[in-house]
Every structure is written in C-alpha cells, then in structure tokens.
C-alpha cells in the first residue's frame, strides 16, 4: 500500500464545494477519497497522515464538519488540520522517487489556502500543496539513466503532454494537458517522498544547497521573464513589487545583462533585502516618485524593459508611463480580476507587450546560474520551520509580514 508520509493537504470552503464540486456525495465528506476522479498525473504518491483546510478544526471528524458548515451556512477559509489521503505512488520506469529535504512555502499555495483558487483554477476538492521542492532520489525507474540513487535533486513542478503540440513547439508550460503540483485538481509535493519523471528532476551542483535547489521554481519564472523580456546588455529594467518573484525577476535581468534595476513596493524591510544585491536600486513609492525616479536614472528616457511582478490593478495601469518608446513591459504577475491598461500610450510608444506564465527549460540554466555564484539566493530565506510547524509557515505567510521574502519548510522529519 505504500509507506506512511505525511503532507499538506488543502480543502476549500464547503459552500464553494457544494457549489461547485461534481464528484460524489463520499468524495466531499473528505473520509473517503477514493470516489474523486482520477486525471492522469506527472508523479504519483500515496499520503496517509496529511495536513488539511478544512472548514473547521478537524478533530470532531471531517464528514460532521461538512454537515456543520452546512448547518451554519457560512464560508470559513484559511483552516488548517491534518488528515488521510490516499493516492498510489507506483514508479513507472522513467521515475524515480525522491525523500524531500526542503519545501518552499509558495505564494500561489498561500493563495489557495486563503482564496481557494487563483483565477479559473478553482479548488474543488482536497489537494495536496506544494510545489518548490528540493530532495534525494531513493529509487529509479528501470529506464533512468541521468540519475543514480543519492543524487542531490530538484524537481520541476509541471510536466506537460510529451506527444502535444506545444511541447513539440518548446512552449510546453502553456500545454493545456500539463499537470502541475499544487494546481488543482493536481496534487502537490509536500510530503515526505514524491515519485517524478526523470527527466524533469534535475541534479543540484556540488556547491548548491537543498535550501537553494528548493528556490529554483520561483527562480525559473525570473528567468522566464528574462528570457520573454529580449533583454540587451546594458539595460535598464524596473521591477514592480519585490516580493519573492520580484526579486527573482530583478536578479534573473542583471544576470541577463542589464545594467541596473529599479525595484519599487511600499514595504520597506524587502526593499531593504533588495538593495543587499549590487544593480539593484529601491525606490519605497510611498516615499518617492516612481516616474521621477526612473527619468533620474535614465535621464528622462524611461526603462528598457518595464516588468510588474505585483499583479496589482494600479501598477500594471502605470507602467506604460515607465517605460522607454520601443521598450517593452513583461506582465509577470497575475491580477485576481481583469485589470485596465493604457493601450493607446503603449501604441503611441510602440512598446512591446510580453506576458509570463510559469517557465519552460529554465530549470538547467537556473542551476548553472546559481552553481557559477552569480546570482545568491540564500539571503531571500526569512525563516525555515520543521515540518510539524508547517501550519504555522502558512499562517505567517498569508500574514505578509513586510520582512518576510521566503519561508521554507524542513521535510527531513517527514515519514518517507
């Protein structure tokens, strides 16, 4: 039946179930999870002792909860217990099956867990988190060759369809077949051991920590945006937020060539962490004019290549006037809504629009940067929590503390 592990599981609220849940009466009293359908995965797992939002503390049982809630009729988010799921973890002969060392606490998993759901993809039912993770392999599939037992690794989150269009096209992050970690109704990795396919688990340099092999996924999309962006040596970029992909964002473009870029926010403790990295200029915007200060360092041409990283409805409106005529801006960042955008300026300035969604063949390139010692990432980890506090990392991170860039959970205490 496989061993006994533990993981985070997400569940949303009842009334967003009841609402829209097409499985069966078993599969939403979350006791019996064998009656939810089964979409074919990228990796496989079993999980026994799991962590859950449920609707409320789970103790008295899941399935009296539900009836509770619907009691009460109310909607309660951001709860979280542990609980049994059970998934099959076979290795088929071209995976290999990693014990987990480190988990990042990734913003989209805090969004579920607050929202219950990022856009049109919606949690309908229990879900697994986790999709930063970083581990060793214990056992390969009879086809492997690129990797041994003990091999040091990375695992790339999303594995799309090998025979689809887009994955012959190189864009197979935008394969509407992917499965992704932690996207509904996929689950994620934050358990003591995952099965993956070979050839989307990477082997960390000798020099390249767990820790930092955990933060190649929100690395990646930096170097998806650099890479979307036709950064030219020399320019000049402006970063909106500096939140964790912000400042992947901002270090993916200096090590692209550009010669310096404006990283803004209100927060100043991440703007203060920002700053530690040479190239990098903070600009705290409820302290000083952003425009201004992009015309100061530009000599009032305006950036090269103008990235929002924030998905924030206000930012995006603006960065039209940021940027240069022929410069670009790179939409990185996902708005909860549609948003306005100012067509008509980006038409007056024939600017370049470019939109960013995930990565594709980042992983190896990600790690040569980060194994070369050009880009550090170590200073963007704020804490590390031992996997029996993984509630509490959740918590902090949809507090949003200002000081907060990275939290991190130690997977070495999981049962594999």
Same mark, same amino acid.
């Given at each position: 039946?496989?061993?006994?592990?533990?993981?985070?599981?997400?569940?949303?609220?009842?009334?967003?179930?009841?609402?829209?849940?097409?499985?069966?009466?078993?599969?939403?009293?979350?006791?019996?999870?064998?009656?939810?359908?089964?979409?074919?995965?990228?990796?496989?797992?079993?999980?026994?002792?799991?962590?859950?939002?449920?609707?409320?503390?789970?103790?008295?049982?899941?399935?009296?909860?539900?009836?509770? /809630? &619907?009691?009460?009729?109310?909607?309660?988010?951001?709860?979280? &217990?542990?609980?049994?799921?059970?998934?099959?973890?076979?290795? =088929?002969?071209?995976?290999?099956?990693?014990?987990?060392?480190?988990?990042?606490?990734?913003?989209?998993?805090?969004? $579920?867990?607050?929202?219950? =759901?990022? =856009?049109? $993809?919606?949690?309908?039912?229990?879900?697994?988190?986790? /999709?930063?993770?970083?581990?060793?392999?214990?056992?390969?599939?009879?086809?492997?060759?690129?990797? @041994?037992?003990?091999?040091?690794?990375?695992?790339?989150?999303?594995?799309?369809?090998? /025979?689809?269009?887009?994955?012959?096209?190189?864009?197979?992050?935008?394969?509407?077949?992917?499965?992704?970690?932690?996207?509904?109704?996929?689950?994620?990795?934050?358990?003591?051991?995952?099965?993956?396919?070979?050839?989307?688990?990477?082997?960390?340099?000798?020099?390249?920590?767990?820790?930092?092999?955990?933060?190649?996924?929100?690395?990646?999309?930096?170097?998806?945006?650099?890479?979307?962006?036709?950064?030219?040596?020399?320019?000049?970029?402006?970063?909106?937020?500096?939140?964790?992909?912000?400042?992947?964002?901002?270090?993916?473009?200096?090590?692209?060539?550009?010669? *310096?870029?404006?990283?803004?926010?209100?927060?100043?403790?991440?703007?203060?962490? @920002?700053?530690?990295?040479?190239?990098?200029?903070?600009?705290?915007?409820?302290?000083?004019?952003?425009?201004?200060?992009?015309?100061?360092?530009?000599?009032?041409?305006?950036?090269?290549?103008?990235?929002?990283?924030?998905?924030?409805? *206000?930012?995006?409106?603006?960065?039209?006037?940021?940027?240069?005529?022929?410069?670009?801006?790179?939409?990185?960042?996902?708005?909860?809504?549609?948003?306005?955008?100012?067509?008509?300026?980006?038409? =007056?300035?024939?600017?370049?629009?470019?939109?960013?969604?995930?990565?594709?063949?980042?992983?190896?390139?990600?790690?040569?940067?980060?194994?070369?010692?050009?880009?550090?990432?170590?200073?963007?980890? &704020?804490?590390?929590?031992?996997?029996?506090? &993984?509630?509490?990392?959740?918590?902090?991170?949809?507090?949003?503390?200002?000081?907060?860039?990275?939290?991190?959970?130690?997977?070495?205490?999981?049962?594999?």
């Amino acid at each position: 039946m496989g061993a006994i592990v533990f993981s985070f599981v997400l569940v949303w609220n009842e009334f967003l179930i009841a609402l829209m849940l097409t499985t069966s009466d078993a599969c939403r009293r979350f006791g019996d999870d064998s009656a939810r359908p089964r979409r074919p995965l990228g990796h496989s797992q079993r999980f026994d002792y799991s962590l859950i939002a449920a609707a409320a503390p789970v103790p008295r049982g899941a399935e009296q909860l539900l009836e509770l /809630r &619907s009691e009460e009729g109310k909607q309660r988010k951001r709860v979280l &217990s542990l609980r049994d799921i059970d998934l099959p973890t076979a290795l =088929g002969p071209d995976d290999v099956r990693i014990k987990l060392h480190t988990s990042g606490v990734c913003g989209s998993d805090v969004h $579920y867990y607050t929202h219950g =759901g990022i =856009g049109s $993809y919606i949690v309908r039912s229990p879900m697994v988190l986790g /999709r930063e993770a970083s581990g060793t392999v214990t056992e390969i599939g009879a086809n492997v060759r690129s990797l @041994a037992i003990g091999d040091r690794v990375c695992m790339e989150p999303g594995v799309p369809n090998f /025979r689809s269009k887009a994955t012959r096209l190189g864009v197979y992050n935008v394969d509407p077949e992917v499965t992704f970690w932690a996207t509904p109704p996929v689950h994620g990795c934050l358990t003591g051991s995952v099965v993956h396919p070979a050839a989307f688990t990477f082997k960390l340099p000798g020099n390249v920590t767990f820790e930092e092999g955990a933060m190649v996924e929100p690395f990646a999309v930096g170097m998806q945006a650099a890479t979307r962006a036709r950064i030219k040596p020399g320019d000049v970029a402006v970063v909106l937020g500096a939140g964790p992909i912000g400042i992947m964002v901002a270090l993916a473009v200096l090590a692209g060539g550009c010669s *310096k870029v404006l990283v803004s926010d209100v927060h100043q403790p991440k703007l203060d962490i @920002a700053s530690r990295y040479p190239g990098i200029i903070a600009v705290n915007i409820t302290k000083r004019d952003l425009l201004d200060a992009v015309k100061g360092e530009t000599s009032g041409w305006g950036a090269d290549v103008v990235f929002d990283a924030s998905g924030a409805a *206000k930012a995006i409106e603006g960065s039209v006037s940021l940027a240069c005529p022929s410069g670009a801006i790179v939409l990185v960042g996902i708005p909860v809504e549609p948003v306005a955008f100012n067509i008509p300026g980006a038409i =007056g300035k024939e600017l370049r629009i470019e939109t960013v969604f995930r990565y594709a063949n980042m992983y190896e390139r990600a790690l040569n940067l980060i194994g070369s010692g050009k880009v550090d990432l170590k200073p963007l980890i &704020s804490s590390t929590f031992d996997f029996e506090r &993984s509630i509490e990392a959740f918590e902090r991170a949809a507090e949003g503390r200002p000081a907060d860039v990275k939290l991190q959970i130690d997977m070495t205490k999981a049962a594999a």
